[in-house]
């Protein structure tokens, strides 16, 4: 159900964004796209994680975002000298909202939701799919502009909520969420 709505919402969010910005006129940002890395301290102490991400962003107006999220990650895991290798893929619709903005800087808060299809590469390597949600900041460090392009410099600091039942894997107890703090950074470009 949840990648059925996904596409209803992004065409929503892009008719929204539209007739926002034909109103607002074209001194604003039209869309963008965000690329970046993240660290992911795993509330598992077991386990720790690095990922890479992109984003279409769709601003609704002036202070609201639509960011279409995808995340390719990874999660090593060990214990008891076995190691866990559990590749992650992640898939968002994420809203963001300008909570403080200047010329150079910015501070935005993110909700997120979608699901993660997961593989654990090791031994029987089992796979599982699981709804995500996140919760955090985006604080803007820089922003420039030349001619029509803007571009952002952001780090983004968030907690992920990504439960689901007992999986076993490579290591000897099952684990049962690999959720916990994510630390990023993200360089955009808006049209």
């Given at each position: ?18 007739s ?18 993240g ?7 077991r ?6 991400n ?17 995340e ?6 060990k ?12 898939n ?6 300008s ?7 910015a ?8 699901y ?7 031994g029987?390597?089992?796979s ?10 985006n604080?803007t ?6 001619g ?7 780090i983004?600091?968030l907690y992920?909520?990504?439960k ?5 894997m ?8 690999l959720?916990g ?8 470009l808006?049209?």
């Amino acid at each position: 159900m949840l990648k059925a709505l996904i596409p209803s919402l992004v065409l929503a969010g892009a008719i929204m964004g539209s007739s926002a910005q034909a109103a607002q006129g074209s001194a604003d940002k039209l869309i963008g796209f965000e690329f970046g890395v993240g660290f992911h301290l795993v509330d598992e102490s077991r386990y720790e994680g690095v990922s890479t991400n992109f984003g279409l962003v769709i601003p609704v107006g002036q202070k609201f975002d639509v960011v279409i999220y995808h995340e390719q990650g990874r999660y090593y895991g060990k214990e008891n000298g076995v190691n866990s290798n559990i590749e992650a893929d992640l898939n968002e619709i994420r809203f963001r909202v300008s909570a403080w903005e200047n010329e150079k800087m910015a501070v935005k808060v993110i909700l997120g939701i979608g699901y993660a299809d997961m593989v654990e590469k090791e031994g029987a390597a089992p796979s599982w799919s699981q709804v995500v949600a996140d919760a955090g900041i985006n604080f803007t460090i820089l922003k420039a502009q030349s001619g029509p392009v803007k571009g952002e410099l952001a780090i983004n600091a968030l907690y992920r909520y990504l439960k689901f039942t007992d999986q076993t894997m490579a290591v000897a107890t099952p684990v049962d969420s690999l959720g916990g703090f994510v630390i990023g950074m993200n360089a955009g470009l808006f049209f």
